[in-house]
T-cell receptor, first 109, second 114 residues
């Protein structure tokens, strides 16, 4: 099956800093999503982005499908950005998501 | 706003007990999913359902079963709980529309099996 690797596994930032999270995947996909899990465990969908670039406020994401990677950018980070960011992909007819192991982000005030 | 609710946030059970985890969504979504999340392993799919009375095995179905009698409700059943089923359980429902899909997650149930 498709392998999903996220980097870095852990990231500590000072409030106001920018960051880039990476997701590599091993095969072609027709679905790629980014999620944020807050410290209380709630998962929220951030982007559906199988290709191209999208922006939502301070967050943006770019997927280069031909090179099998996606990037999540967080600008001017805030303490509320803390949590775990997951990349999830799907390929083929079933379309069930395969999740990476996540990047744990800690934003310090 | 889409709402996915799970019956319990925290649950403590004993080995061998039968455990029911309930998930309800209020947006008439056809697709629903059960995942478990363990440290260092990310989320792994246990079972999913594309419609009422339909169920399909995910990546780690052993020791679990599911029930989907109504569209809004998807139940996960641990037939005989074991300590290696101590985990965080997450339910999700999915909508697919032009421009993409979105999975909506419940708040999770932290299950401890003693």
């Amino acid at each position: 099956g498709i392998q999903v690797e996220q980097s870095p596994p852990d990231l500590i930032l000072q409030e106001g800093a920018n960051s880039t999270l990476r997701c590599n995947f091993s095969d072609s996909v027709n679905n790629l999503q980014w999620f944020h899990q807050n410290p209380w465990g709630q998962l929220i969908n951030l982007f559906y982005i199988p290709s191209g670039t999208k922006q939502n406020g301070r967050l943006s994401a770019t997927t280069v499908a031909t090179e099998r990677y996606s990037l999540l950018y967080i600008s001017s980070s805030q303490t509320t950005d803390s949590g775990v960011y997951f990349c999830a992909v799907a390929g083929g007819s079933q379309g069930n998501l395969i999740f990476g192991k996540g990047t744990k982000l800690s934003v310090k005030p | 706003d889409v709402k996915v609710t799970q019956s319990s946030r925290y649950l403590v059970k004993r080995t061998g007990e039968k455990v029911f985890l309930e998930c309800v969504q209020d947006m008439d979504h056809e697709n629903m999913f059960w995942y478990r999340q363990d440290p260092g392993l990310g989320l792994r799919l246990i079972y999913f359902s594309y419609d009422v009375k339909m169920k399909e095995k995910g990546d780690i179905p052993e020791g679990y079963s599911v029930s989907r009698e109504k569209k809004e409700r998807f139940s996960l059943i641990l037939e005989s709980a074991s300590t290696n089923q101590t985990s965080m359980y997450l339910c999700a429902s999915r909508t697919i529309r032009q421009g993409g899909e979105t999975q909506y997650f419940g708040p999770g149930t932290r299950l401890l099996v003693l």
